[in-house]
Every structure is written in C-alpha cells, then in structure tokens.
C-alpha cells in the first residue's frame, strides 16, 4: 500500500485501479475505436460484444486468427478464450498501431496481409473475420473465404459476422458507401454451406447475441465447422 498520501485513494477499493495506472500506464484507445467513441460512442459496446462473443465460441482453441483487424483494440478479449492469437489487416497504419499499444499480458502477434494477394502463412484452428465481408464484392468473396480455408486446420472452428442487408435501410451513407456485399442470414448461410457442412446462425440487435428472426437482426453472425 503507498504511503504517501498524494497516493492514496479515499476509498481503499479504488486504490488498485490507481497503482495499475501508475504501473503500466494509461491505456488508449486505438485510432479505429477513439473515433468510434467520438462518433457515436455506444457502438464500442456493440463491437465487444461481437468479440465477446468470438471468445466464447473459440474457448480453448490453441491459436486463432483475426482477418480484418482494424486497430485490434479488441485483441484482449479474444485472448481471454484462446492460448494464442494472430490479427492481420490490410492497413499497415493500424497494424502499426495496434503494435505500439500492445501491453502484457496480452501480447498477440499482428501482420500486415490482403487476404485477397493469398492465404495466410501457418496453421490455425480458429479464424474469424468481423465487419470484412460486407466489404468484399460478390465477385471476390469465394477467393476471400477460399484463401481463408486454405490456414484452417480441418477440425478448425471460423466465425464471419457483418451488418445484414435488412439493416441498410437504417444505415449511414458512409456505411452504405462501403458496405457492397452485405446479406441477409439465410444468404450468409448459404453461401458458408459452400465451404463447410456444418453452419449456425446467430442474429445481433446493439449488444445482444440472439437466435431470433434474422431478418429483424441489425447484424448475423455464422459459426462453421467442418471444412469441406
């Protein structure tokens, strides 16, 4: 316990919040997510319960890759579930950042790769891929998810999640501007059934995971099992 005085919380349950800060620092929002929460600061809630979520279902896997990390703010909440974790993006800018930001004990390795220019290098039994898809046109998604399969161990578990086409009408002109490939869940499904034997739908309204209506689903999200 500190024994200066400028050191001491008046309540004792406050103190470790305090020498935590004092110890590794402050932490910072990624440049991705302090714009989210400038923007419209719910929807960070949103996006962790999406990664959440991913956690969960990727329980115990020994090493998962993120496909589109953005500035992997949300890296540690993945590796609350699994031993080991690569992110990779397209943008070296956020890859950069993500790196400069990475603190222990959650410490992930993160590489700058187009998913679209070939597979990824190394084996994995657990990828996901969140708010990529959508971005894809119609005409490369079947060489996105291909090179996708091509670093999935054949017992591998993957999760792709994005805004459903049903929600579109909701959504921004910057949204819909880069959103050319959002689905409906029946659609999604559909096209996962291409590359895996086993798809399950889950649909997702602000914060909460749900099994209900798809098409009243602001976002869907597919686990797969069973390459094909």
């Not at 959508?134 to 994005?162: C, K, P, W, Y």
Request: glycine letters at 8%.
């Amino acid at each position: 316990m500190p024994t200066d005085p400028a050191d001491t919380t008046r309540n004792p349950v406050n103190q470790r919040g305090y020498d935590v800060n004092k110890s590794i620092g402050e932490t910072r929002f990624g440049v991705l997510k302090n714009w989210e929460w400038h923007d419209d600061p719910k929807r960070i809630l949103f996006s962790m319960a999406r990664y959440k979520f991913v956690s969960k279902m990727f329980a115990g896997r020994r090493h998962a890759l993120e496909i589109g990390c953005g500035d992997a703010f949300n890296a540690p909440i993945i590796l609350q579930g699994v031993q080991k974790l690569t992110v990779t993006d397209f943008d070296p800018m956020y890859i950069e950042d993500a790196r400069q930001r990475m603190k222990a004990p959650w410490i992930y390795e993160a590489r700058v790769h187009n998913l679209l220019d070939g597979p990824m290098s190394g084996s994995f039994d657990a990828i996901y891929s969140l708010d990529v898809l959508e971005h894809i046109s119609a005409a490369q998604e079947d060489v996105f998810i291909r090179n996708a399969l091509l670093s999935l161990t054949d017992d591998g578990e993957a999760i792709f999640g994005m805004p459903s086409l049903e929600s579109q009408a909701y959504a921004s002109k910057a949204s819909r501007d880069g959103h050319i490939n959002c689905k409906t869940g029946d659609d999604l499904v559909s096209l996962m059934r291409k590359y895996f034997r086993h798809v399950f739908l889950f649909g997702m309204n602000d914060e909460v995971v749900h099994t209900g209506y798809s098409k009243m689903a602001h976002y869907v999200i597919v686990l797969c099992c069973g390459k094909k």
